[in-house]
T-cell receptor, first 112, second 113 residues
Framework: AQSVTQLGSHVSVSEGALVLLRCNYS??????LFWYVQYPNQGLQLLLK??????LVKGINGFEAEFKKSETSFHLTKPSAHMSDAAEYFC??????????FGQGTRLTINP | DAGITQSPRHKVTETGTPVTLRCHQT?????MYWYRQDPGHGLRLIHY???????DKGEVSDGYSVSRSKTEDFLLTLESATSSQTSVYFC????????????FGEGSWLTVV
């Protein structure tokens, strides 16, 4: 069965610093991978997704993620954090054509 | 905006009472989902539907039932609410295909006292 592990339930960075949120996946088939963002009291919004085209995927708000098969990773990065990036981030992997399996989430805090 | 409306958005109910949450979509997506979100657990799938009258269980389905009589509506029912079902419930929809995006509603906050 497919699964994802997000390393670090809380990440704190300074404004302007690099953001790195880690996600490792387990899948018996070539995976489809997703990053979602959730702002307080809102639903989840797609940041980006990997669907076996380019291994470096660019998303909204300056985020990108790189699919590394050898490391079974799909880490999310942003070169320079903004205060508005404070949110919870979820990595997810497709389980068949019907379902997504989510990681437990990483709460990102931005320090001024 | 994926055209997903959840109702009610907030509800407080007493233990033992039945509760129904409604999800309405305007995108004509085939798949609809109910997730619950709890601290430390991320999002967990309760039930999902792959067509009218076609539903299946997710990982945390005990105590919940669903119905889908029309493409656009997916109902989640707590037959007899318990305090452990206090949570935020999200409806989501998707068109077919493993690489397609799942779109989420804004959530329904349920408190069982």
């Amino acid at each position: 069965a497919q699964s994802v592990t997000q390393l670090g339930s809380h990440v704190s960075v300074s404004e302007g610093a690099l953001v790195l949120l880690r996600c490792n996946y387990s899948s018996s088939v070539p995976p489809y991978l997703f990053w979602y963002v959730q702002y307080p009291n809102q639903g989840l919004q797609l940041l980006l997704k990997y669907t076996s085209a380019a291994t470096l995927v660019k998303g909204i708000n300056g985020f990108e993620a790189e699919f590394k098969k050898s490391e079974t990773s799909f880490h999310l990065t942003k070169p320079s954090a903004h205060m508005s990036d404070a949110a919870e981030y979820f990595c997810a992997v497709s389980q068949g054509a019907q379902k997504l399996v989510f990681g437990q989430g990483t709460r990102l805090t931005i320090n001024p | 905006d994926a055209g997903i409306t959840q109702s009610p958005r907030h509800k407080v109910t007493e233990t033992g009472t039945p509760v129904t949450l409604r999800c309405h979509q305007t995108e004509n997506h085939r798949y609809m989902y109910w997730y619950r979100q709890d601290p430390g657990h991320g999002l967990r799938l309760i039930h999902y539907s792959y067509g009218v009258k076609d539903t299946d269980k997710g990982e945390v389905s005990d105590g919940y039932s669903v119905s889908r009589s029309k493409t656009e509506d997916f109902l989640l029912t707590l037959e007899s609410a318990t305090s452990s079902q206090t949570s935020v419930y999200f409806c989501a929809t998707k068109q077919g295909g493993a690489g397609n995006t799942i779109y989420f509603g804004e959530g329904s906050w349920l408190t069982v006292v």
